[in-house]
C-alpha cells in the first residue's frame, strides 16, 4: 500500500499543519486564499540547495549567511531537525515540507521556505523502483507585486533506476501543472541528470514547457560522471546574477540566482 502523500507546514507560532493534495491545479483557481505578495523589490533571490541531511557541522552556518536574504529557498534532503525548523521559522513567514521518507527521528524530504505565504501547495512523491525510497517535489505559487503568480517546483528526482521510465514518469504531474499556468515560473532543485538520457529527458522536459535554464559563468556545482545534478530553470522573468557557492557543507554546492522583479513579464 502507497505512503500517502502530503506536506507540512510551519510558520512561527503555530503548530505544524499537514497539508493534502490540492483538488484542483493551481490554474482551476478554485479556493485559493488572499496572499501578501512575496516582497521581490526590486529583485527575487532564490537559494536552492541539497542539504545532505544536515549531516555535516556547519550547514547551518551557509543557511545563515546565504539564506536568510534570500525570498525564496529550495531545499532538498531537508531534515526535519529542531535546528532547521527554527531557522525556517524564524527567518521565513512559511515553510512547507514533502517528507520523502521517514529517518529514525526526522523525515526528510523537499522544503521550500519563503518570505511569504503560498496560496498553493501541492505535494508530490514518486518511490524509487530499485531501492524502493521515495523521492519528493513540491509545487508551491505566491502572489507577486505585479499581481501575477509565481509557480515554484522544488524538485529532487529519481537517482537510481534503470532508463528514463520512472525518471519521466516524476516530471509528467509537473509538467501538467506548469503547461497550464500562465505566468512565471521557476523549476529547481537536484535533478540526478547524471547519464546522457536523463539530461536529454530533462532538457526535453524543459523545452515543452518552454523553460530557459540558468546558466553560471564559474560553474561549481556537483557534478556525477562529468554532469552536473543541480539546476534552475525559469520561465517569464529575467535573471539579473547567478552563482555556484563552494563549500563543505554538504556534498552538493548552493545555487544563489537572483532574478529581476520588473523583468517578470
Not at 530553470?233 to 557557492?245: G, I
Request: glycine fraction near 6%; aromatic fraction near 8%; include cysteine.
Amino acid at each position: 500500500m502507497r505512503k500517502k502523500t502530503y506536506a507540512m507546514r510551519y510558520v512561527a507560532g503555530q503548530p505544524a499543519e499537514r497539508i493534502s493534495p490540492p483538488n484542483a491545479m493551481l490554474h482551476m483557481g478554485q479556493g485559493l486564499p488572499p496572499g501578501a505578495p512575496l516582497p521581490a523589490h526590486p529583485q527575487l533571490k532564490v537559494l536552492v540547495w541539497n542539504i545532505f541531511k544536515q549531516q555535516r557541522s556547519d550547514w547551518m552556518s551557509v543557511l545563515q549567511g546565504f539564506g536568510k536574504d534570500a525570498h525564496l529557498v529550495l531545499l532538498q534532503e531537508a531534515q526535519t531537525t529542531p535546528e532547521l525548523i527554527h531557522f525556517a521559522t524564524s527567518n521565513y513567514l512559511a515553510a512547507d515540507q514533502v517528507p520523502a521518507f521517514v529517518l529514525p527521528q526526522h523525515p526528510s524530504g523537499v522544503m521550500t521556505l519563503a518570505s511569504a505565504h503560498p496560496v498553493y501547495c501541492c505535494p508530490l512523491r514518486e518511490r524509487e523502483p530499485l531501492l524502493r525510497l521515495a523521492k519528493s517535489a513540491l509545487v508551491t505559487a505566491y502572489p507577486l507585486p505585479t499581481g501575477e503568480m509565481l509557480m515554484v517546483v522544488n524538485i529532487h528526482a529519481i537517482n537510481f533506476s534503470l532508463g528514463i521510465d520512472v525518471y519521466s514518469k516524476q516530471l509528467g504531474p509537473i509538467g501538467e501543472q506548469i503547461v497550464h499556468h500562465r505566468g512565471p515560473v521557476i523549476m529547481a532543485g537536484d535533478f540526478n541528470a547524471w547519464s546522457r538520457q536523463r539530461i536529454n529527458a530533462l532538457y526535453r522536459f524543459a523545452q515543452e514547457m518552454e523553460l530557459e535554464e540558468v546558466m553560471f559563468a564559474h560553474d561549481h556545482r556537483r557534478t556525477a560522471f562529468g554532469r552536473p545534478l543541480d539546476f534552475v530553470f525559469y520561465r517569464d522573468m529575467k535573471v539579473s546574477e547567478a552563482s555556484v557557492l563552494v563549500t563543505q557543507a554538504s556534498d552538493h554546492n548552493p545555487l544563489l540566482v537572483e532574478f529581476l522583479s520588473q523583468g517578470i513579464i
